[in-house]
């Protein structure tokens, strides 16, 4: 016998990874240069030279245990400092190495976190569009997932929608910015707003809500966009970041969590995460990239890849008649499906070649998410098909 519910999660995959999995057996087929895959998140910008450099150096001049073997189980105390070092540097957050646990990536980070604060019952709102994992973290914490619609057009939080859907059972709030799928980053004003709802509905509940900041993409923006950093608008904030996005090391399954100093209870609750993390078996992240980490702290990948594959791709299908949504942050553009059906839509575009992500299962029906974290010549090589497809619609 085994799990039903495991099974079913294991018998198919997310629609992202479907996709995924139908690019290669297509690019095998007919060549990668004739697939335009736009279906996952995974970073095509070179990691920052300092990386690769650190790595050589570790590995030629740092004793083998120190690199291979185990670390504490919540992380080495001494990536642990740099890392609050830099959050208090860069955001004046007032943490310590005590309110960092090392994680393999945000997947580990949300999910500890949620594990850590969930009892069997407790709600979790989301904010949609959201990214579709979510779902599966909170019902495997025994949480219920509760999803707030956005404002249309724009996709910030829709704040008077997000109050309707606090209850008494109310137990976190995730917050993903900038956005996976949208790539919209939430202004302040959106997060000066949630956070005096959540000031209310905590003396309401008389109970911490808490606010779980998901941020693989904070160091992925444009323009000279801000990102508010959630502790300092909100006591009851949790951190979960990863360095997958931000220093392109998503094979490499490294990140962390941070807990508010601020936080009711903030070292109870550290702890519940620490025995959250013994309780799922994630102790004592990859020991390499922690050393990695803590001597390359500050670095950051070339953003302006990124832009510049947004600048032409927004241009151009804006062009060609598609709605998209002005991504701020993250290296994915939203647009409107050409028919109300997305899977219609995405079959449509796969008849050109073309692999995009339905958003259904992100919380939003009829768009699509491409992910244009790729070669800019694949983008521009698109841009017929995109421009065929659109004027097929037309007729």
Same mark, same amino acid.
């Given at each position: 016998?085994?799990?039903?519910?495991?099974?079913?999660?294991?018998?198919?995959?997310?629609?992202?990874?479907?996709?995924?999995?139908?690019?290669?057996?297509?690019?095998?087929?007919?060549?990668?240069?004739?697939?335009?895959?736009?279906?996952?998140?995974?970073?095509?910008?070179?990691?920052?030279?300092?990386?690769?450099?650190?790595?050589?150096?570790?590995?030629?001049?740092?004793?083998?245990?120190?690199?291979?073997?185990?670390?504490?189980?919540?992380?080495?105390?001494?990536?642990?400092?740099?890392?609050?070092?830099?959050?208090?540097?860069?955001?004046?957050?007032?943490?310590?190495?005590?309110?960092?646990?090392?994680?393999?990536?945000?997947?580990?980070?949300?999910?500890?976190?949620?594990?850590?604060?969930?009892?069997?019952?407790?709600?979790?709102?989301?904010?949609?569009?959201?990214?579709?994992?979510?779902?599966?973290? %909170?019902?495997?914490?025994?949480?219920?997932?509760?999803? +707030?619609? #956005?404002? *249309?057009?724009?996709?910030? @939080?829709? =704040? $008077?929608?997000?109050?309707?859907?606090?209850?008494?059972?109310?137990?976190?709030?995730?917050?993903?910015?900038?956005?996976?799928?949208?790539?919209?980053?939430?202004?302040?004003?959106?997060?000066?707003?949630?956070?005096?709802?959540?000031?209310?509905?905590?003396?309401?509940?008389?109970?911490?809500?808490?606010?779980?900041?998901?941020?693989?993409?904070?160091?992925?923006?444009?323009?000279?966009?801000?990102?508010?950093?959630?502790?300092?608008?909100?006591?009851?904030? %949790?951190?979960?970041?990863?360095?997958?996005?931000?220093? +392109?090391? #998503?094979? *490499?399954?490294?990140?962390? @969590?941070? =807990? $508010?100093?601020?936080?009711?209870?903030?070292?109870?609750?550290?702890?519940?995460?620490?025995?959250?993390?013994?309780?799922?078996?994630?102790?004592?992240?990859?020991?390499?990239?922690?050393?990695?980490?803590?001597?390359?702290?500050?670095?950051?990948?070339?953003?302006?890849?990124?832009?510049?594959?947004?600048?032409?791709?927004?241009?151009?299908?804006?062009?060609?008649?598609?709605?998209?949504?002005?991504?701020?942050?993250?290296?994915?553009?939203?647009?409107?499906?050409?028919?109300?059906?997305?899977?219609?839509?995405?079959?449509?575009?796969?008849?050109?070649?073309?692999?995009?992500?339905?958003?259904?299962?992100?919380?939003?029906?009829?768009?699509?998410?491409?992910?244009?974290?790729?070669?800019?010549?694949?983008?521009?090589?698109?841009?017929?098909?995109?421009?065929?497809?659109?004027?097929?619609?037309?007729?």
């Amino acid at each position: 016998m085994f799990n039903e519910k495991m099974y079913a999660l294991g018998s198919k995959r997310s629609i992202i990874r479907e996709i995924f999995e139908y690019c290669k057996t297509r690019a095998a087929k007919i060549g990668s240069d004739k697939v335009f895959d736009f279906s996952i998140g995974n970073p095509s910008v070179e990691p920052p030279k300092e990386i690769s450099d650190t790595i050589c150096d570790l590995i030629k001049n740092e004793s083998a245990v120190l690199l291979h073997g185990y670390t504490s189980a919540q992380g080495d105390l001494g990536t642990r400092e740099a890392i609050a070092s830099d959050i208090n540097n860069r955001f004046g957050a007032g943490v310590s190495a005590n309110n960092i646990y090392m994680t393999c990536g945000a997947a580990a980070s949300l999910t500890i976190s949620l594990r850590a604060l969930f009892n069997e019952g407790d709600e979790c709102i989301v904010f949609a569009p959201f990214f579709t994992e979510y779902r599966v973290f %909170i019902e495997n914490a025994g949480g219920k997932v509760v999803v +707030s619609v #956005p404002e *249309e057009k724009t996709f910030q @939080i829709n =704040v $008077s929608d997000f109050e309707k859907r606090i209850t008494e059972k109310t137990r976190a709030v995730i917050i993903n910015s900038p956005n996976n799928p949208s790539g919209v980053v939430y202004s302040e004003e959106t997060i000066k707003a949630v956070c005096d709802v959540l000031n209310k509905k905590e003396k309401e509940y008389s109970h911490p809500i808490y606010l779980i900041a998901d941020e693989p993409y904070r160091e992925l923006v444009f323009d000279d966009i801000k990102v508010p950093y959630l502790m300092n608008y909100y006591n009851d904030t %949790i951190v979960c970041y990863s360095y997958s996005k931000a220093l +392109s090391l #998503p094979g *490499e399954r490294i990140g962390y @969590i941070a =807990v $508010s100093p601020k936080a009711e209870d903030s070292q109870n609750v550290y702890l519940a995460i620490c025995g959250a993390g013994r309780s799922l078996g994630y102790v004592c992240a990859p020991s390499l990239f922690q050393q990695v980490i803590k001597k390359t702290i500050g670095a950051k990948v070339d953003v302006n890849i990124y832009k510049e594959n947004r600048d032409i791709l927004y241009g151009a299908l804006s062009e060609y008649g598609y709605e998209c949504v002005q991504p701020d942050g993250a290296f994915y553009l939203f647009v409107k499906a050409l028919e109300d059906d997305a899977y219609k839509f995405f079959e449509k575009a796969k008849q050109k070649e073309i692999l995009v992500v339905p958003c259904d299962d992100f919380g939003v029906s009829g768009y699509v998410r491409i992910a244009y974290c790729v070669d800019k010549q694949r983008i521009v090589n698109a841009l017929p098909a995109f421009k065929a497809l659109a004027e097929e619609y037309k007729k």
